[in-house]
């Protein structure tokens, strides 16, 4: 059963820090790419961080770069989002998904969701 599940989020205070995991069962994970995406109240879904399946490229929204990392341990299956410096505007629910684009099929996961909350 391919599973993606989402954990670490929670209420943090403007400046503080979150780190996310998503962690992997169920297929190949070291072969796909893994996205967070985030949706808050009212708006669209959008793309905070991507990194390729050996964890060489990463990519970043302007919205977060130099605040959040991405990083990825393939022995145990877990993609990571370190966001540091939070802002309120960070409030949303952030979603993974691995995707593998092969030449015949696209193979694309997502997690439940994990809320972070920023406020004072």
């Known amino acids: 059963q391919v599973q993606l599940v989402e954990s670490g989020g929670g209420l943090a205070q403007p400046g503080g820090s979150l780190r996310l995991s998503c962690a992997a069962s169920?297929?190949?994970?070291?072969?796909?790419?893994v996205a967070w995406y985030r949706q808050a109240p009212g708006k669209e879904r959008e793309l905070v961080a991507g990194i390729s399946s050996d964890g060489g490229s990463t990519n970043y929204a302007d919205s977060v770069k130099g605040r959040f990392t991405i990083s990825r341990d393939n022995a145990k299956n877990t993609v990571y989002l370190q966001m540091n410096s939070l802002k309120p505007e960070d409030t949303a629910v952030f979603y993974c998904?691995?995707?593998?684009?092969?030449?015949?099929?696209?193979?694309?996961?997502w997690g439940q969701g994990t809320q972070v909350t920023v406020s004072s």
């Open positions: 998904k691995g995707l593998r684009i092969t030449g015949i099929k696209t193979y694309e996961y």
């Open positions: 169920g297929f190949t994970f070291s072969t796909y790419g």
